[in-house]
């Protein structure tokens, strides 16, 4: 049903929350919170080589990844590196489906620098952005026929 609410001419921040609910009844939580208009969004992952908090960057001011210093902000910039939309897979591809069929050119445009590459302004690594905030964020899987987290017990 909340799928079936995402349609052409809906305002950013509505076809926003539409598309969060969406992934919130679809089991998705994570990309609930990673989402946003991408006017001036930050997230912060672990590079998968060195381990360094590299903060990536999508915005106005930029699309890059970075070393956030306290008093120097976002330094040695690295651009990067958005992937090609025809080559997205799994909810990545879908998320950008949907914000191109709708028109949502700003959400389409951002998904693919959040499901693209960074590299490491640490240790010059590439690795896919998604990936490692999937791995990062990821909730655990829940058994609900137990009652608690699947392989906890």
Not at 22 to 29: N, T
Not at 129 to 153: S, V
């Amino acid at each position: 049903m909340a799928a079936a609410r995402l349609r052409s001419g809906l305002d950013g921040k509505i076809y926003l929350s539409r598309l969060r609910a969406m992934l919130a009844f679809d089991g998705q939580p994570l990309w609930f919170e990673a989402l946003d208009d991408f006017t001036d969004s930050f997230v912060t992952v672990a590079c998968p080589h060195c381990d360094a908090p590299v903060t990536i960057a999508v915005g106005d001011y930029g699309c890059y990844s970075s070393i956030r210093d306290w008093n120097l902000g976002d330094v040695h910039q690295v651009p990067l590196r958005p992937a090609v939309p025809h080559e997205l897979t799994g909810t990545g591809r879908m998320l950008h489906e949907s914000a191109v069929r709708d028109g949502q050119q700003r959400l389409a445009w951002g998904l693919t620098h959040l499901f693209g590459q960074a590299e490491c302004p640490g240790c010059g690594s590439v690795f896919g952005i998604a990936d490692e905030y999937a791995a990062a964020n990821a909730p655990a899987p829940w058994d609900f026929a137990r009652g608690h987290i699947k392989d906890a017990l």
